[in-house]
């Protein structure tokens, strides 16, 4: 009688282990897949990587989603690697693909998280370039040519009363501007090269530089449309597109600093020339 009790104690209690101990493993797992399960660390992780792009909320809807894309993705996998796909020369190759590409993106995050500007560093450059601009904008077109003589022989046929916009359509090589009548729209003089910015800012409205203007570019026609005070954003709007393209200018001098540095018999091709155009 004795042993009979004992036993039926000992299954109770472990009755009552097992009931505990379903909830605790479904608390670590969202669920399992022919016997494996799918690690509720996994459904964290993909979470975390879903949201942090900032486009979805967290809902029920959204978890909902996301463990049954996971419950999915293990049902496959095992069917996959029953195929002995796995051990196929594609799938490594394309493994060791994945592996570097995660191991370049968490080593140029590292690097851009540790580069930030200062919000001292931004206000500065933004004072600097707010200066840079002067007080005044321009609005120009210009026809750009290789060759001085094409450029004399498009005055000439502006002097007999051609259109400024119809030529810099049909001849400038600045692709920038040229379906547009050579319009650059209004800038300032420090955007573009000395010697176009000078000769713009001598130009009456409505004039042309009756003289060919040379730049690294070539040969330069240049027209002044109209002049206004500078037009400069507030610090606040463009606070985000100076720590743009500061972390991309960072990045790419990170990335050409370690490219010097490597020792390797590979000979990298040379870095593209500017594009034609005046700025």
């Not at 370049?104 to 600097?128: C, H, N, T």
């Not at 972390?247 to 870095?271: G, I, N, V």
Request: charged share 30%.
């Amino acid at each position: 009688m004795k042993t009979f009790r004992t036993h039926v104690i000992k299954s109770a209690v472990l009755a009552a282990t097992l009931s505990l101990a379903a909830p605790l493993v479904m608390a670590q797992n969202i669920a399992i897949v022919n016997g494996k399960p799918v690690p509720k660390a996994r459904f964290d992780a993909m979470m975390t990587q879903i949201l942090k792009q900032g486009q979805q909320a967290k809902t029920p809807d959204l978890e909902a989603k996301v463990k049954e894309e996971l419950v999915l993705r293990e049902i496959f996998v095992q069917e996959a690697e029953k195929k002995g796909i796995a051990q196929t020369a594609d799938y490594k190759t394309q493994m060791e693909f994945a592996r570097q590409s995660i191991l370049i993106q968490g080593l140029f995050a590292d690097f851009q998280a540790k580069s930030k500007d200062s919000e001292a560093d931004l206000r500065a450059e933004y004072d600097q370039i707010k200066a840079q601009n002067g007080d005044k904008e321009y609005r120009a077109r210009h026809i750009l040519v290789e060759k001085e003589e094409d450029a004399k022989a498009l005055i000439a046929q502006l002097k007999a009363g051609a259109k400024f916009e119809d030529l810099a359509k049909k001849n400038s090589k600045d692709p920038g501007s040229a379906e547009n009548g050579g319009d650059l729209d209004w800038a300032a003089p420090g955007n573009y090269v000395p010697e176009f910015s000078e000769a713009m800012a001598k130009l009456e409205k409505g004039k042309y530089t009756e003289v060919p203007v040379k730049s690294q570019f070539g040969y330069h026609i240049i027209k002044l449309e109209d002049t206004r005070a500078t037009q400069f954003p507030p610090y606040d709007e463009v606070k985000a597109q100076l720590q743009q393209r500061n972390a991309q200018a960072k990045l790419a001098k990170y990335r050409e600093d370690l490219r010097t540095k490597a020792k390797t018999d590979f000979k990298f091709s040379a870095p593209q020339p500017p594009q034609p155009g005046a700025n």
